[in-house]
């Protein structure tokens, strides 16, 4: 394997088919457990409850599987041996400058494989001042934002404080549920920051696609449903009120 990152080019297509399978795979994961929430309605502290630190664990886990992969893609010297999987996950998560002042370890990898598109081209819908599930998205982050930045780096703290048993250790609280004191995570937490790493993984598959110019480059789109919060039915589930990811506006990319 190589150590410098590249430009994925037309070569590395079956090998990033497998990866968005498996971003696809995990994020239908966490689509999964958001359709158990759905079954019946929740407040306070009810079983379903549990599901919301899990629903951010998880699609957190997709970004750094995602980040990961691709990193290892871009540096492989032969790329059909490259699977989902694979590769060590550390420190491919958070988007911030690291410790000494430089380009984080995801940035760097997303900017190198992406022939310098990306995180120029993110356009990323920001939930802000939300009750339930209902998002209302009043704030487009362009690239690296620094609200998007420090709201991602924040989620993925939340995701080794859940993992970890460790969330007492969280000491700076980016948002707050509507909980006493404020430090849980509630429903609309677990939804926006389920939509926003969908959203950082759609735009920057499309991304890596086009600049590398693949073939059938729809193909390898995350569906469009996921993206609108309202999905088609799926595995058993046909009822309309319970299909909603999230309750508010479409974040898919026309």
């Known amino acids: 394997m190589g150590t410098k990152a590249r430009q994925l080019t037309g070569e590395h297509r079956e090998a990033f088919a497998r990866i968005v399978d498996d971003t696809r795979k995990g994020f239908s994961e966490v689509i999964d457990l958001i359709l158990i929430h759905n079954e019946r309605r929740v407040s306070r502290n009810q079983p379903r409850t549990t599901l919301n ?16 992969d691709i990193s290892a893609l871009a540096r492989s010297d032969d790329p059909m041996l490259v699977r989902p999987g694979d590769a060590d996950s550390g420190g491919f998560n958070k988007i911030s400058k690291n410790s000494q002042g430089g380009r984080s370890t995801a940035v760097g990898t997303l900017k190198a494989a992406s022939g310098g598109t990306l995180p120029d081209s993110w356009r990323i819908l920001v939930a802000t001042d ?6 209302r998205f009043g704030y487009t982050a362009e690239g690296l934002d620094p609200l998007l930045t420090e709201l991602v780096d924040w989620l993925i703290d939340v995701r080794h404080g859940v993992a970890h048993r460790a969330l007492p250790q969280l000491l700076k609280w980016v948002e707050h549920s509507d909980a006493a004191g404020g430090q849980t995570i509630n429903t609309t937490i677990a939804r926006s920051g389920f939509a926003l790493f969908l959203q950082l993984a759609d735009q920057s598959i499309r991304s890596l696609a086009e600049a590398a ?36 506006r479409s974040l898919a990319r026309r």
């Open 213 to 248: 110019e693949f073939d059938n480059p729809d193909q390898l789109w995350l569906p469009e449903d996921w993206l609108t919060g309202t999905l088609l039915p799926r595995r058993g589930v046909n009822d309309p009120t319970q299909l909603h990811l999230w309750k508010g």
């Open 53 to 68: 630190p899990l629903i951010i664990m998880l699609s957190v886990a997709v970004w750094e599987r995602f980040v990961a």
């Open 130 to 135: 939300c009750p339930g599930v209902f998002l």
